[in-house]
């Protein structure tokens, strides 16, 4: 990507995060479903590619490291962002 | 991916079921007018220890995130706790559904020892003559009793559960104060002609008029109420009510009862909606991804003689169950459509022809004999 990314967007791609400990996630055919056993609360990533941007959170020292290995193209970092801060809201995922 | 097409998505089915009820007993020690399992009496074809951890096996295998227990009476199996203790030892959370007449307080301390454990009480009134005149003698107090012994022992915040009828409508604020003060979660849920219920539904189901009045107070209350979204024949009546808004039988629901039979919903014990048994090979998975009644639901269904109203799109034709059990057509409006097209036709449905449930578990009636007079 040629134009730097928005500061704010910056700051979010250094972020170190990790799939919340007490949530299970369970492939679906339109993406995954995520069960938090601790809030007991049902969440759907509606997208695979979500998926496994998620799995692989923990394995990476950035969240772009995470979006580069799972071939995510910069152009759609800023969405992925954004789903993942809704899902950090409703504690699917964490800071590590 | 919208709301919506989330929800066509799950139409065609997820790959194991989110909300699975297992009842785990046709044992009741109360005869409910309107239970959706007609219990009363232990099946002796029951599902053994060994075979229900055998399937809480399967469901862990399969990811299921939590089951619904019930019954009957589920804690009247002597292994209750073994096998409640089971499925959360294998990530399986559980919730289980009672009428509290177990629940003394040395149960409730072990029970608020436990982790991923949710307990749901049965209340049908906010008073003993509302509660019992439906759930009998002395239910209103032995729940109460389970209640106060749960906030005794710090169990957290468990649910109260009611089921609306025509004749506590009237006390759904009254519902949600008790839970308030107990700091319990409050849910309410549609009433079923299942089991029981399909002698009592027409005598107990709420009015056109009543429908309504749930409708707004589900809207002003509903974001802190729970529902099992079961109220989604109302959404005809304007802005759709929070929750899914379809029917999940078979797609995100199904029922495995006492002796291992799976249906498509609790509300549907009846062999036309029995897809299979976890006793079979292959047991519960098999039944849930192959069964043809299964995946005949999960096939886009036919809006039929409610395709020319159009409400369609927001109610969804309504309950299966409740069609059914009326004995109603499955492609036409729900016995509660809010336009009044399924009271027309219900009128015109002939004196027993409506399906009765597949199995009957209701305690005899007994009469105790005094002593003959000696001659």
Known sequence: MSVAPAPGLAEALGRRLELHPQVALRPEPFGALAYH??????????????????????????????LTACDVAPNRWPSFVKALQSLETSEVIRER | MSAESLVSQMKFGLDAPICLTWELTYACNLQCI????????????????????????????????????????PMIRRDFFDIVEYSISNRIGVKFSTNGAFIDRARAQQLAAMDYLDIQLSI????????????????????????????????????ISVVVTRHNVDQLDGFKAIADSYGAQLRVTRL????????SWHNLHPTNDQQMQIYKWLLANGENVLTGDSFFHLNALGEPLPGLNMCGAGRVVCLIDPIGDVYACPFVIHDQFKAGSVRDEGGFAKVWKQSDLFLSLREPESA????????????????????FFTGLPLDG?????????????????????????????????TFTRKKPASV
């Open chain 1, 37 to 66: 056993y601790g809030n007991r609360r049902l969440i759907f990533l509606r997208h695979r590619d979500i998926v496994r941007v998620v799995e692989e959170l923990g394995s990476h020292d950035t969240l772009e490291a995470s």
């Open chain 2, 34 to 73: 309107h239970c959706l399992s007609s219990s009363g009496q232990r099946d002796s074809r029951e599902l053994s220890t060994a075979e229900a951890k055998k399937v809480l096996d399967e469901l862990r295998d399969l990811q299921v995130f939590y089951i619904n227990i019930g019954g009957g009476e």
């Open chain 2, 333 to 365: 409006p729900d016995p509660e459509c809010v336009t009044g097209y399924g009271a027309s036709q219900l009128a015109n449905v002939p004196v027993g022809i409506a399906p009765k449930p597949a199995m009957d578990h209701t305690k005899p009636i």
């Open chain 2, 124 to 159: 049908d009134g906010v008073d003993a003559a509302t509660n019992d005149a439906v759930r009998g003698e002395g239910s209103y107090a032995m729940a109460r009793r389970a209640m106060d012994n749960l906030a005794e022992a710090g169990f957290g915040p468990f649910k």
């Open chain 2, 304 to 323: 039929g003689a409610c395709s020319s109203c159009g409400n369609y799109d927001a109610c969804q034709g309504g309950c299966m169950a409740a069609k």
């Open chain 2, 192 to 199: 079923r002609p299942s089991g029981r219920g399909a002698d």
